[in-house]
């Protein structure tokens, strides 16, 4: 990628492990000349995530993040700050639902699994731009994953459609909230990729078989393209782009059949 991020500083949330779109968003700004700060949840993660930072080269800092644990997001801005200043960018890639709530008929999703769908993955946004509005700087762009369940019925995804619909109107508030400040929030979503938290959704195997079928492009989406999206609304080329939801899908969504 060009040097598209050079002297900018970017907070990335939610890799995973090194198939997550977030780790290959996380690569791709680094590759565009980014300075970067990485989250990751619990112990177990943090030797995942360090792990794959040192194999890249990477010279991140590291800090542990749970979207639902009480200070824990204060606590991550806090350190932010003091290691890193300001932010140019944030990567919003946190979401969750629980295993029932994926392969149960939507109509039989409990409270209990709609509420924490919407907490982790929705509304946790909210928390990170108020969390981070002092550090954002006149220009940056916060962007979050979103998934065209949040717009269409995909059989098997059920409550995290939900919860991704909730993420894209919060994305909407939140660009015009952000906005007199100069900062722009903008959603991706992809296709279907072969992740790990992908691959919890039913009948994911067909998707893909699905999609590569009917796009327009005949094919799957690569990680590589999902983070040159993302680069490129970190980037100051898209300085005039707010509040939209830019689909990188081989051109999926647009079919009607």
């Not at 629980?98 to 039989?108: G, H, N, R």
Request: net charge negative.
């Amino acid at each position: 990628m060009h040097a598209l991020l050079e002297g900018k500083k970017g907070l990335i949330l939610g890799v995973a492990n090194a198939n997550s779109l977030a780790w290959a968003i996380a690569r791709g700004a680094h590759e565009s000349g980014a300075r970067l700060g990485i989250t990751y949840q619990g112990e177990r993660f943090e030797r995942r995530v360090r792990k794959l930072v040192d194999g890249a080269g990477i010279d991140a800092n590291l800090y542990a993040c749970d979207a639902t644990a009480p200070g824990e997001m204060k606590a991550l801005f806090e350190d932010v700050e003091r290691d890193m200043g300001t932010l140019d960018f944030i990567l919003h890639a946190w979401a969750f639902a629980p295993k029932d709530a994926l392969s149960d008929d939507f109509i039989e999703t409990s409270w209990d699994d709609f509420a924490i769908s919407q907490r982790v993955s929705a509304y946790s946004l909210v928390e990170v731009a108020r969390g981070a509005r002092g550090l954002l700087k006149e220009g940056a762009s916060v962007v979050a994953l979103s998934y065209l369940g949040s717009q269409r019925v995909v059989p098997g995804y059920n409550t995290m459609g939900v919860a991704k619909a909730s993420l894209e109107a919060g994305m909407r508030y939140l660009a015009r909230d952000l906005g007199p400040r100069g900062v722009r929030v903008n959603a991706v979503s992809p296709g279907p990729v072969n992740t790990l938290s992908a691959r919890g959704v039913s009948g994911f195997s067909k998707m893909l078989e699905n999609h590569e079928e009917v796009a327009p492009l005949k094919r799957n989406i690569e990680p590589e393209e999902v983070a040159g999206a993302a680069v490129f609304l970190f980037s100051d080329l898209a300085s005039g782009i707010t509040g939209e939801v830019l689909y990188v899908d081989a051109g999926y969504h647009i079919m009607g059949v």
